[in-house]
Nanobody, 119 residues
Framework: QVQLEESGGGLVQPGESLTLSCTASGTFTEIYTMRWYRQAPEKQRELVALISSGRLTNYGDFVKGRFTIVRNDAENAVHLHMTNLDPEDTAVYYC?????????????WGQGTQVTVSS
């Protein structure tokens, strides 16, 4: 059984930075694409960033160069470094990983971590 553990959320002021982390544990062969999504109240979940196993990255248009997604395969982890945060970034952030487990590619979600940007 694979489990994802997220950490790093919290309350910050506008313009500040925050780093989110997501670590996978359990028995599996390989982690492929890693993603971060977010969902604000009354809004649909949206893709924040993704990184492929080859370290190709893609970001939501709203990121505008403020966030960086990084993966650490040795630790089965993905991090989202967020800078110049804005109140519009307030949301629950979820990691989403494609994991090869017992010969099958499965999708796993983290439990979510709250990010609140407010003065």
């Amino acid at each position: 059984q694979v489990q994802l553990e997220e950490s790093g959320g919290g309350l910050v002021q506008p313009g500040e930075s925050l780093t989110l982390s997501c670590t996978a544990s359990g028995t599996f062969t390989e982690i492929y694409t890693m993603r971060w999504y977010r969902q604000a109240p009354e809004k649909q979940r949206e893709l924040v960033a993704l990184i492929s196993s080859g370290r190709l990255t893609n970001y939501g248009d709203f990121v505008k160069g403020r966030f960086t997604i990084v993966r650490n395969d040795a630790e089965n982890a993905v991090h989202l470094h967020m800078t110049n945060l804005d109140p519009e970034d307030t949301a629950v952030y979820y990691c989403n990983l494609d994991i090869m487990e017992l010969g099958r590619l499965r999708e796993y979600w983290g439990q979510g971590t709250q990010v609140t940007v407010s003065s």
